[in-house]
């Protein structure tokens, strides 16, 4: 698997070809992900923040997965859908999500768009759901 982490301003110019191509039918993960890929296709460290760190270990965490999508959820269902990253200790194996943005990519009253996003991510990534 292709690891890779983006620096904000990439995250940035990313999100905007993302918001262009977000009408089009279950392709929105895809879309950011192959841009991306397109764009930089190698590693890009993050710049500008220190990276996560596992505190028993005590050695900075690697990038396991980008675009991991995670779900909130109320006493009614879901409520939110984001994009995050999953990080992994590379000693350990503690995982974390980190990097959400500044705000969820969908809500739970766009219905149509907010459970095809999730069916997205099942397909196409991975989905977290936090309760």
């Not at 110019?13 to 397109?38: H, P, W, Y």
């Not at 200790?89 to 969820?104: A, D, E, R």
Request: glycine share 8%; hydrophobic share 30%.
């Amino acid at each position: 698997m292709e690891k890779a982490v983006i620096t904000r301003s990439v995250s940035a110019s990313a999100l905007k070809v993302f918001n262009r191509e977000r009408d089009n039918d279950g392709e929105d993960i895809a879309c950011m992900q192959q841009t991306l890929k397109e764009t930089f296709g190698k590693l890009v460290k993050y710049k500008g923040y220190h990276r996560p760190v596992c505190a028993p270990c005590q050695v900075e965490m690697e990038p396991e997965r980008n675009g991991v999508g995670v779900v909130d959820y109320a006493d009614f269902g879901p409520v939110n859908l984001w994009d995050a990253d999953l990080w992994e200790c590379p000693k350990c194996g503690h995982q974390i999500v980190t990097g959400f943005g500044g705000g969820p990519i969908s809500r739970h009253y766009e219905e149509e768009r907010f459970q095809r996003l999730i069916k997205t991510y099942e397909e196409q990534s991975m989905v977290i759901e936090n309760h």
